[in-house]
């Protein structure tokens, strides 16, 4: 059975044969790569003597804040004739001021570029006040109907998290602004009764098409250039779902699988061009599966579709490799 | 045996390692320049993307070819079985030739090979002698190939899948009827897959492949409070009406967390502090469900409150010890990477793709120079 250590690197692999990080940090030190308290610095992390437990609070602030609003939702839903109108608005609204004040007093002033948190838990302080934002809309429409309609009230909700998300630099109140503006453009549709239909697709296009536009504009603006992934992710997603989930439609089908290979390319060289390489799996995945199903709708037959998938799917295969070996190394 | 040199395995993770310390601003990008050379190895590799579309569309070729010659050759009964044992060696072959002709490392293409020759021994086995699938045999076969693919490719999701299908293999015991002692059967390979790899982690401390059977040791542990949890686990073997078994199970899920976080703190064990904080999690979750308590509509609340008192009071605690740090744990960020896994963990819950998670916080100074985080990244040592 044949090795790799056999392969290549025999005269080095007893040279740096199994070096442990510590062995290596002391070599750099002695070859005065780095500093004394720099090897120190790093020896305690690489030992675990220095040990962070950041992630797991923060993961910990998360799962209380999603579970406050969760509770405080389930108990005025269940106690709502107890407790009364005014006594649960006046609950959320306290909530909800406190922690927006908390917010616009302690927090960070505002500029284009990445800015520091101001303090542990202001980001979880915010993100609790746009759920109970959230909450207290949704409970005024509940009750007294004053947007007639979830359109408007997603629509505005949208609007305020995207203005807080870009104020304070939170971007999962980012992407909870987007997720609402979604929920807007699903709600705007179906209120024509014309769910999964090429009205749906369309506002999935304008849905993509926005997000990709205002992403690369306030990029190019320099507005939270570190914001552009989010925008690129979900909208690419977005543009691509709408178009696969026609390419089988009667008589528009072709024309929709045009417009997702033509997304796909873009994809594709874009994602090349920029190093984004999301982009270019996004774009070869979906460009594959919408070409696959209308191909093999058209063709039938499991001979034809073995053979198929393994014609159509080395060439991928080699044209990615070649593209890894050019562009897409080790991250 | 590994069919990567442990040394380059070592030096691909020191890569990683320096970038997140030229990252964090603990060295200094002409630093990196001169200590990455030396940790160069002679293995092709890509970024995950790529990585993870070239898996897809590798797997896809093989599961036709083989599906291909199956149509052609109208294989039916023991001649399919006979087909995907074939198969299963073929596909070992090829990936160990991408391998050694090639050099590929986590590429996606020698994967897909690997995980099909286990799916297809899978299949066969399962055939094997049984018309009508065996499940014993296939979650044998199943664990058996997956831990033969950690070992010699060095996949940690290949050693996952090992210890998670030797898990389940007792609940497909037909002289066993009931659930206590497949339970129990599976609880006792848990722990004997538990013990082992937590000896061969200490063997390796953090270095690898230390680190990948941190991973297994996890498993196993959550596997173990799986089986143990009657409540979050119906759906893999109705609980028997045993009261004895019932109320010892309950005992089992509040000693298990507070054991793992114990052990996860006295070893710096960052895959058993995470997953017991999660067991934690569930276990008062699955308190009320267990005594038959009805849910109040206040409980969550009760709860998030109680998991932002211990998130500040734990950082507070902290912070407040000698250079914010008690007994070398600290609630700041140290590294660039710690922000990642953040970002996993908040994308995940918010459904936004590759959303980073809030902001980093300030560093504090370590190692009496620079600044951990991007503030260091300015300041020399």
Not at chain 2, 16 to 44: A, F, H, N, Y
Not at chain 2, 111 to 126: H, M, N, Q
Not at chain 2, 242 to 271: E, K, Q, S
């Amino acid at each position: 059975m044949c090795d790799v250590r056999r392969q290549h690197r025999c005269g080095q692999a007893e040279e740096g044969a199994r070096l442990t990080t510590l062995e290596r940090l002391e070599r750099w030190k002695e070859a005065g790569i780095i500093t004394e308290a720099q090897g120190g610095a790093l020896a305690e992390i690489v030992r675990r003597d220095r040990f962070s437990i950041y992630v797991e609070l923060n993961v910990l602030l998360y799962v209380g804040v999603v579970s406050i609003v969760a509770g405080l939702g389930w108990t005025f839903r269940d106690y709502v004739v107890n407790l009364g109108d005014v006594a649960i608005l006046s609950i959320l609204g306290l909530l909800m001021a406190g922690a927006f004040g908390y917010c616009f007093t302690k927090g960070p002033g505002y500029s284009n570029d990445e800015i520091e948190s101001s303090s542990f838990g202001f980001d979880y302080v915010l993100y609790f006040a746009c759920l109970v934002l959230s909450a207290t809309l949704a409970f005024i429409e509940t009750r007294f109907a004053v947007f007639h309609g979830w359109d408007t009230h997603l629509l505005f909700l949208a609007l305020v998290f995207g203005a807080l998300a870009y104020r304070f630099d939170n971007r999962f109140v980012l992407s909870l602004a987007l997720s609402t503006l979604a929920g807007y453009l699903g709600l705007k549709v179906s209120a024509f009764d014309t769910l999964d239909t090429d009205r749906l697709r369309f506002a999935g296009f304008m849905y993509g098409g926005f997000l990709i536009g205002i992403g690369v504009l306030l990029h190019r603006l320099r507005i939270k250039k570190h914001f552009l992934d989010v925008y690129l992710q979900l909208g690419a997603n977005a543009l691509l779902l709408a178009a696969i989930s026609g390419v089988l439609e009667p008589g528009l089908g072709w024309l929709y699988l045009i417009v997702l290979l033509a997304l796909a390319a873009t994809a594709i060289y874009l994602g090349v061009r920029y190093r984004r390489f999301a982009l270019v799996t996004y774009g070869t995945l979906y460009g594959y599966a919408g070409l696959s199903v209308r191909l093999l709708n058209a063709m039938g037959g499991i001979i034809i579709g073995f053979t198929y998938f393994i014609v159509t799917g080395s060439i991928v295969v080699i044209l990615l490799v070649v593209l890894a070996r050019r562009f897409g190394r080790d991250e | 045996m590994m069919i990567y040199p442990r040394d380059d395995e070592r030096a691909i993770r020191q890569q990683r390692m320096v970038e997140d310390w030229t990252k964090s601003g603990l060295i200094q990008p002409e630093q990196r320049e001169q200590v990455i050379p030396e940790l160069q190895v002679d293995l092709r590799r890509t970024n995950r993307f790529l990585r993870s579309t070239l898996f897809i569309f590798g797997y896809m070729i093989v599961n036709s070819v083989v599906g291909l010659v199956a149509v052609f050759l109208d294989l039916r009964n023991e001649a399919g079985t006979v087909l995907a044992f074939v198969a299963a060696g073929a596909f070992f072959a090829v990936a160990q030739w991408l391998i050694t002709r090639y050099r590929l490392y986590r590429f996606g293409v020698e994967e897909a090979a690997a995980i099909a020759s286990a799916s297809f021994l899978t299949v066969g086995s399962g055939l094997f002698m049984h018309p009508n699938l065996s499940s014993l045999q296939a979650f044998m076969a199943a664990a058996g190939g997956s831990f033969i693919l950690f070992s010699r490719f060095g996949y940690v999701y290949a050693g996952v899948a090992a210890v998670v299908f030797a898990a389940v293999i007792p609940f497909n015991f037909e002289f066993v009827a009931s659930d206590t002692p497949r339970r129990l059967m599976s609880g006792v390979i848990l722990l004997l897959i538990f013990g082992l790899t937590r000896e061969r982690r200490k063997d390796h401390e953090w270095e690898f492949p230390g680190d990948s059977y941190a991973v297994l040791e996890t498993t196993a542990w959550v596997g173990l409070y799986l089986m143990a949890n009657l409540k979050l686990s119906p759906w893999l073997s109705s609980p028997d009406d045993v009261p004895t078994f019932y109320w010892a199970t309950y005992v089992v899920i509040w000693v298990l967390p507070p054991i793992g976080l114990f052990l996860a703190v006295r070893d710096r064990h960052r895959w058993m502090l995470d997953a017991n904080i999660v067991l934690a999690i569930v276990t008062m979750m699955s308190n009320k469900p267990y005594l038959g308590a009805e849910q109040k509509p206040w409980d969550p609340i009760l709860f998030g409150v109680l998991m932002i008192a211990i998130a500040v009071g734990l950082k507070r605690w902290l912070s407040s010890g000698a250079l914010g740090s008690r007994g070398g744990f600290i609630a700041a960020r140290l590294l660039s990477s710690e922000r990642e896994r953040l970002s996993v963990a908040g994308g995940a819950a918010a459904l936004a793709p590759g959303a980073p998670a809030p902001h980093s916080h300030p560093a504090p100074e370590i190692g009496g120079g620079g600044r951990s985080g991007g503030a260091g990244a300015s300041e020399r040592y």
